[in-house]
């Protein structure tokens, strides 16, 4: 069974860090390019940020550039991602997601996905 576990959400003030992990098991994790998508309570879910299997290439959103760094240790299984200077924009419920094809940035070339962390960012 594939699973893909997020942590480290919480609340933070405007101006705060977060480090959001994703530990992935059942599947070859360096097969597999890794993203992180968010959803606040009544929008579609969106792309935040993604790596290539082996870390070689990133790509983020325009929210994200910046302010959001994604990396990976294939050895750990895991995919992080490091936000600083926090927005309350930034309050959603954050996914990361494993794709078998190239880096992406359209969910439906995900074919993982974490159950998510929340993250609320307090003005």
């Known amino acids: 069974q594939v699973q893909l576990v997020e942590s480290g959400g919480g609340l933070v003030q405007a101006g705060g860090s977060l480090r959001l992990s994703c530990v992935a098991s059942?599947?070859?994790?360096?097969?597999?390019?890794m993203g992180w998508f968010r959803q606040a309570p009544g929008k579609e879910r969106e792309f935040v940020a993604t790596?290539?299997?082996?870390?070689?290439?990133?790509a983020y959103a325009d929210s994200a550039k910046g302010r959001f760094t994604i990396s990976r240790d294939n050895a750990k299984n895991t995919v992080w991602l490091h936000m600083i200077s926090l927005k309350p924009e930034d309050t959603a419920v954050y996914y990361c997601?494993?794709?078998?094809?190239?880096?992406?940035?359209?969910?439906?070339?995900?074919?993982?996905w974490g159950q998510g962390t929340q993250v609320t960012v307090s003005s």
């Open positions: 059942g599947l070859t994790f360096g097969n597999y390019a």
């Open positions: 997601a494993a794709t078998i094809s190239s880096i992406a940035t359209m969910s439906g070339y995900y074919n993982y």
């Open positions: 790596i290539s299997r082996r870390g070689a290439s990133t």
